[in-house]
């Protein structure tokens, strides 16, 4: 049972343009989500987050907005760069899980940012 | 500050031999976990140590098992290698368990092939 689901394995998108990247979860006692790039060979690199109690964390270029209703959410990037070319993972935790903390991620979405 | 190390970087074993992976965290660092990346899967979570005990496991048999020592490095192992155990081994780390700021930081991970 895949409780976050990337259901893009791969987006492509024009230098300059936004990048949206989306990520649905079933798990209604996940609060707290995040986004995670990695390069080929390289482990992954955390981006931004956002807790459930907000619908919306901007930090620079990279924006994740959160909908609760819909368990849905998703990261903008505006504007795209070719270094933004890498894989995507969305991760998702209980933090209310106390110790029982762990991340549960989604299969990823490669994203090309073409020049 | 040091990022998170895994050693080796890249493995080659055979069928039904075991193996350990070594992974330092950040320094200051007391938590450690453990995930399996696989193109058909993505990121799986194996496990989670904290002050050297065990604190969350996730779904993989009792042939993947791991510890953690007193300075927070942490090692892996898989015994009785199977051919699907082929895989990227992410080590992260992060400053303490049960906090809501659950930021992780990854290493680059161990490339395991198993012939």
């Known amino acids: 049972d895949q409780q976050v689901k990337q259901n893009s394995p791969s987006l492509s998108v024009q230098e300059g343009r936004i990048s949206i990247l989306n990520c649905d979860y079933t798990?209604?006692?996940?609060?707290?989500f995040l986004w995670y790039k990695k390069y080929p060979a390289e482990g992954p690199t955390f981006l931004i987050s956002i807790s459930s109690i907000k619908d919306k964390n901007e930090d620079g270029r990279f924006t994740v907005f959160l909908n609760k209703s819909a368990k849905h959410l998703s990261l903008h990037i505006v504007p795209s760069q070719p270094g933004d070319s890498a894989v995507y993972f969305c991760?998702?935790?209980?933090?209310?899980?106390?110790?029982?903390?762990?991340?549960?991620f989604g299969k990823g979405t490669l994203l090309t940012v073409n020049p | 500050k040091a990022g998170v190390t895994q050693t080796p970087r890249y493995l080659i074993k055979t069928r039904g031999q075991q193996v350990t992976l070594s992974c330092s965290p950040i320094s200051g660092h007391r938590s450690v976990s453990w995930y399996q990346q696989t193109p058909g899967q993505g990121l799986q979570f194996l496990f989670e140590y904290f002050s050297e005990t065990q604190r969350n496991k996730g779904n993989f048999p009792g042939r993947f098992s791991g510890r953690q020592f007193s300075n927070s490095r942490s090692e892996m192992n898989v015994s009785t290698l199977e051919l699907g155990d082929s895989a990227l081994y992410l080590c992260a780390s992060r400053l303490t368990a049960g906090l809501a700021y659950n930021e992780q930081f990854f290493g680059p991970g161990t490339r395991l092939t198993v012939l």
């Open positions: 798990n209604s006692m996940f609060d707290y």
């Open positions: 991760a998702a935790s209980a933090a209310s899980g106390g110790s029982n903390y762990k991340l549960t």
